[in-house]
């Protein structure tokens, strides 16, 4: 892996890392523009049911939408030019989006009505129940859709190369033109690692803003535990 070594170069912003930093860059604000556009779409979708069909087909479409052609056809729907790193975000941002409105809409519906009724009962109005009861509750299933929207994104952003948009996908091209395997591999581990790294920083994100998931994971196993021991007792 000689080539990477003189290439990667974090001190003299070498191509590799320069390669990874843009990569990231493109990364980052699909998945949080995604996010925080579904919580109201999946909402939605969640409290009126005659919505919700319609919208979840319209995301289920857009997420069927080729990656390259959208990338192509950014410039003329945005009004940007076409090497303009704004057209990769805004179509990853769709494709989030697509992924992430059923997820949002499932992790509400998934929220006990029991809950709700008692939150209600003790005062709490739509908007704060929403944030304080809904929202949490619904966390460990939206932080598991937000997974997989982040390592969908880090492999997408690939394509955004043959667009002339700088990012990892340089090194596939270039590796492919010449001949020249290990620059193709050094990318795929490349994007692979930012891909693990995220997933690993939303689980720990996940980790530290839902502490209650922790608890609840070790009751579930305590119970477990008491039921093999009284299993093997008996």
């Given at each position: ?57 319209i995301g289920g479409i857009l997420y069927t939408i080729p990656s390259l052609p959208l990338f192509i056809a950014m ?49 709490f109005s739509s908007w704060r129940r929403f944030w304080s009861v809904e929202l949490p509750l619904a966390g460990p ?10 390592v969908s994104t880090v492999s997408l952003v690939s394509v955004g190369s043959l667009i002339g948009v700088n990012n ?67």
């Open positions: 892996m000689s080539w990477l070594w003189s290439n990667f170069g974090l001190i003299d912003y070498g191509q590799v890392w320069q390669l990874t930093v843009a990569h990231i860059g493109l990364s980052i604000p699909p998945i949080v523009f995604g996010f925080v556009i579904s919580l109201p779409i999946g909402w939605v979708a969640n409290r009126y049911h005659a919505s919700r069909g319609t919208l979840l087909t410039p003329s729907l945005i009004g940007t030019k076409i090497l303009n790193p704004v057209n990769v975000i805004v179509a990853l941002t769709i494709y989030a989006l697509a992924l992430m409105v059923r997820t949002t809409a499932d992790a509400l519906g998934s929220v006990s009505g029991d809950v709700l009724q008692s939150a209600t009962a003790v005062g299933v939206l932080l598991a859709g937000l997974r997989v929207v982040a990892l996908g340089n090194l596939f091209i270039d590796g492919y033109q010449r001949s020249f395997p290990e620059e193709v591999v050094v990318g795929i581990l490349c994007v692979m690692a930012i891909a693990f790294a995220f997933d690993g920083i939303l689980l720990l994100l996940g980790r530290l803003l839902m502490p209650w998931t922790r608890v609840d994971r070790r009751s579930r196993r305590s119970v477990r535990r008491e039921q093999l021991r009284a299993v093997t007792e008996a």
